[in-house]
Nanobody
Framework: QVQLVESVGGLVQPGGSLRLSCAAS????????MGWYRQAPGKQRELVAT???????NYADSVKGRFTISRDNAKKTEYLQMNSLKPEDTAVYYC?????????????WGQGTQVTVSS
């Protein structure tokens, strides 16, 4: 069984920074792609950023220049550095991984962590 465990989010003032992490564990042969999605109240879940095992990244336009995704392949861990946070970044953030595990390719999700940007 593959598990993704996220760090705790928190309350941050506008303009502040926060770093999220997500560690994958279980019978994983390979993690093809990792990423972060978020869901604000009353809205659909949306892509924040993704990173491949080769280090290629992709960002939502709304976070470009403010958020940075990275990963440590040896630790099976990804990070999301969030700077210049805005109230509209408030959401539940979900860790995501596309893995080859248990002889199959599958999507896996973390439990979600709340990030609130407010003064």
């Amino acid at each position: 069984q593959v598990q993704l465990v996220e760090s705790v989010g928190g309350l941050v003032q506008p303009g502040g920074s926060l770093r999220l992490s997500c560690a994958a564990s279980g019978s994983i042969f390979s993690i093809i792609r990792m990423g972060w999605y978020r869901q604000a109240p009353g809205k659909q879940r949306e892509l924040v950023a993704t990173i491949t095992n080769g280090g290629s990244t992709n960002y939502a336009d709304s976070v470009k220049g403010r958020f940075t995704i990275s990963r440590d392949n040896a630790k099976k861990t990804e990070y999301l550095q969030m700077n210049s946070l805005k109230p509209e970044d408030t959401a539940v953030y979900y860790c995501y991984a596309y893995c080859y595990a248990n002889r199959a390719f599958n999507d896996y999700w973390g439990q979600g962590t709340q990030v609130t940007v407010s003064s």
